[in-house]
């Protein structure tokens, strides 16, 4: 048996459109023995990506989320407040954690807090984020999800877009409070412990960024398959130092089980 971390987003589907196969080639890593863990750098709730995984019709696999990885950069002891998607402040209080939903603060001062956690939302504001930067800037420790630059969505008309990422908001942050973060989410630390810690040692990493995806596979000492389905063109490819270089999932599972 190999255990295979497979990415969501670029892999699975492209916004929010299944990529063809990739349901099929999951059912043919378990059916071989295999285990599947699905890990993604949304920061939520796992059982989202569940649902949407169903609806895709993909056999039930784990998911693991970034925002699992920063509540476990948490934990009892911890006050926290909390700016991003809104089960993101109910997986941090999940740790032990106290937490402050920064979508709730009344007025302009931040509240005393250790932490900041920041996560990718879509109603993002420049207000909201200077309240989170005064609490950073006041010595608070900055905890980001992930540092995804981009985040790929669908427009109407069929064309993927890539919109900037939770990378983007954090460089922001970074910039007004003149401190730097901390990130949690693939490929950083607290990601490849958590995914250690649950499953055991990982064999393959799948992915569509050299940068998340590949780099989680070298601190989990496990191989790396690129699929061109998502952020990364085919003419970068050569420069991903990925063991495996396909189309798509169907093209990874084919080339390593032949199958």
Same mark, same amino acid.
């Given at each position: ?42 920061? !939520? ?39 991003? +998607? ?18 709730? +603060? ?37 905890? @980001? ?81 690129? +699929? ?9 490819? !050569? ?12 093209? @990874? ?7």
């Amino acid at each position: 048996m190999t255990r295979w971390v497979v990415d969501l987003d670029g892999v699975m589907w492209q916004g929010t459109r299944p990529i063809p196969g990739s349901a099929q080639a999951v059912d043919t890593l378990l059916a071989a023995g295999h285990q599947v863990v699905f890990c993604t750098n949304f920061a !939520a709730a796992p059982d989202e990506k569940r649902a949407l995984l169903d609806r895709h019709g993909v056999a039930d696999a784990p998911v693991v989320t970034a925002a699992e990885a920063a509540a476990a950069m948490c934990g009892p002891g911890t006050t926290a407040l909390v700016l991003g +998607v809104a089960d993101l402040a109910g997986i941090i209080a999940a740790s032990g954690a106290e937490v402050i939903d920064a979508r709730a +603060v009344d007025g302009p001062s931040a509240p005393d807090v250790d932490t900041v956690v920041l996560g990718a939302h879509e109603d993002w504001d420049r207000g909201r984020l200077g309240l989170v930067a005064d609490a950073v800037r006041s010595g608070a420790r900055f905890i @980001v999800t992930n540092d995804d630059p981009t985040f790929p969505v669908s427009w109407p008309d069929g064309t993927l877009r890539l919109l900037p990422g939770c990378g983007a908001l954090a460089a922001s942050v970074e910039v007004a409070s003149g401190r730097p973060a901390i990130y949690a989410g693939k490929p950083h630390p607290s990601m490849a412990a958590l995914l250690t810690d649950r499953f055991g040692a990982v064999d393959w990493v799948v992915g569509d960024q050299p940068s998340t995806d590949g780099r989680l596979a070298g601190a989990l000492d496990a191989r790396f398959a690129l +699929v061109l389905t998502g952020a990364t063109p085919a003419e970068r490819a !050569a420069d991903a130092g990925a063991d495996v270089v396909a189309d798509d999932l169907a093209a @990874v599972v084919h080339a390593v089980l032949g199958a």
